[in-house]
């Protein structure tokens, strides 16, 4: 298990690899997207999302001193319906992320996660797949800030949610994400240092 734990990680770290998963992963949900509104007479449904999130890295390799902090994020929402009780849900959003309590490593980020959503009454719940594309990482050291310029130009993991529609058009959705990436492009396969966050946002669909 150890032995296969570290070919994933060099696997996620490889650039070759990043380029190839970035491709999948776009095509993918682009092809999931257009198989969707094909076979669904259903108009998709457009709105926005925006809230705090609170992110920090997993893993046996953290640094000392960096650990959970507070951000803030925002973005755009298709959902498709495919019956009443299922859809699928794309979201590109825009994040501003601290990790540490007093900010040790800062960084903004496109996240891309798709979805397949369950609803039950004004419930539902999500689970799927997610694409970050970090960038502006700085580390605070010794009161300067610097660059982190060996970040992973990508992460990718699962993510999942769960929601309640206060009404139709309104909504507190709380996600969470696990990144299989280690946050140093830099790092030895055996290091185990992985991006991680949790957000909850007002979402409203027009």
């Known amino acids: 298990m150890e032995s296969f734990t570290r070919l994933a990680i060099w696997l996620f770290n490889s650039k ?6 970035m491709n999948r992963f776009l095509g993918g949900v682009l092809a999931v997207i257009l198989i969707v509104a094909s076979v669904n007479a259903n108009e998709p449904q457009f709105g926005i999302a925006v809230g705090p999130n609170l992110s920090g890295p997993q893993g046996s390799d953290v640094p000392s001193g960096v650990g959970f902090g507070w951000g803030f994020g925002g973005g755009l929402i298709v959902s498709y319906p495919i019956s009443e009780i299922l859809s699928v849900r794309g979201e590109a959003t825009f994040d501003w992320r601290s990790y540490g309590s007093d900010g040790e490593m800062t960084e903004m980020a496109i996240s891309i996660p798709v979805m397949g959503v369950y609803h039950w009454k004004k419930w539902y719940i999500g689970l799927g797949l997610e694409l970050g594309i970090p960038f502006g990482a700085k580390i605070e050291l010794l009161g300067n800030s610097i660059d982190f310029k060996d970040r992973s130009a990508m992460d990718f993991g699962t993510a999942g949610g769960l929601g309640y529609m206060i009404t139709p058009n309104l909504g507190i959705d ?8 280690n946050m140093n492009s830099k790092a030895d396969s055996s290091v185990d240092f992985r991006p991680h966050s949790e957000r909850i946002s007002v979402i409203y669909f027009f």
């Open 16 to 21: 070759i690899t990043r380029g190839f998963i």
């Open 174 to 181: 709380i996600r969470g994400n696990i990144m299989f990436n």
